[in-house]
């Protein structure tokens, strides 16, 4: 399954939290990598601009005070902790709770861009969903959303599709999205899409959900 065209981010070893772009500023990309954040109020994306041994840059959806404690997971499966020391516009700077070593932090992006199969943030979010699965119609709700995929809570007294079958999802807001479930149990299942949803697009939902 493709990825979404996404640049990885620029890596520092200085022990500084990267600060705002400046128009004038060429010292920092304009590529991201999608990340989730995670804070006392849930789940949410943000992508991640820049990353040194002591925090990283990055942008987000919706407002996140200086003094915001919170957890970003990238999406090379590693985590990293901070608080948030600026805000500007849509950008947050995260001062890390302990230095990181980006050595580590780059070798293993760049291995995940080497071809090992790395997880795309899920979001959790609980929004009404149909599934539709040959001439069956199931309706539910998410129980948690990626661009790649989608955890789904169905009623109990639903038979739930089976691992393998194709199915298309429409969540309230999206187009429907053709998959494949990838596991099933009693009142639950996981769909894999066929391609991404468009970041863009995903942050778009979201903030028009919110």
Known sequence: MAEAALDEPTYSFSDMVPAPERRHDERYTTTM?????????????????????????????????VGTHAEIELKSGQSVAGEVIWAEDDEIGLRFDRPVDVADVLSTATAAAEGQRSRLPR?????????????????????????????????????????????VVAIAGLDPVPGTVRWSRAGEAGVEFNSLIPLKRLFAWIGGEG
């Not at 990598?33 to 919706?62: D, F, H, P, Q």
């Not at 809570?153 to 393998?164: D, F, I, T, V």
Request: charged share 25%; glycine share 12%.
């Open 33 to 65: 990598r999608v990340g989730t954040m995670k804070t006392e109020r849930g789940r949410e994306l943000c992508l991640v601009r820049n990353i040194s041994c002591g925090g990283l840059r990055a942008r987000v959806y919706g407002d996140v005070p």
């Open 123 to 167: 979001i959790e979010i609980r929004r009404f969903a149909t599934v539709r699965c040959g001439v069956r119609v199931l309706r539910g709700e998410t129980v948690n959303l990626s661009q790649g995929g989608v955890k789904l809570s169905l009623p109990a007294m639903q038979m739930p599709p089976e691992e393998g079958a194709a199915v």
